[in-house]
């Protein structure tokens, strides 16, 4: 059974940053995609960044230049440094990959103060 576990999550001022992981276990063959949604309250859930198996990026524009994507294939793991840390970036992050199946994370609360 395949799990994503995220973790970095928490309480941050503006200007701040924070690291997020995300972790993938289980029997699974070939990631190809591995990325980061996020949802605000009371907002619909967008796409915040992706990675491929290429090795191509994507970016929401509202990210761009301050949050970063990696993948590291041998751990299964994809993480998301987030700097300059916004207000408006508070929301519900959540993980996920694209292999034979889309799978998801629990999501980890990031909280931006003012």
């Known amino acids: 059974q395949v799990q994503l576990v995220e973790s970095g999550g928490g309480l941050v001022q503006a200007g701040g940053s924070l690291r997020l992981s995300c972790a993938v276990s289980?029997?699974?063959?070939?990631?190809?995609?591995m990325g980061w949604y996020r949802q605000a309250p009371g907002k619909q859930r967008e796409l915040v960044a992706i990675s491929t198996s290429a090795g191509n990026t994507n970016y929401a524009d509202s990210v761009k230049g301050r949050f970063t994507i990696s993948r590291d294939n041998a751990k299964s793991t994809v993480y998301l440094q987030m700097n300059s840390l916004k207000p408006e970036d508070t929301a519900v992050y959540y993980c996920y990959i694209v292999a034979s199946r889309t799978y998801w994370g629990q999501g980890t609360q990031v909280t931006v103060s003012s």
């Open positions: 289980g029997s699974i063959f070939s990631i190809n995609i």
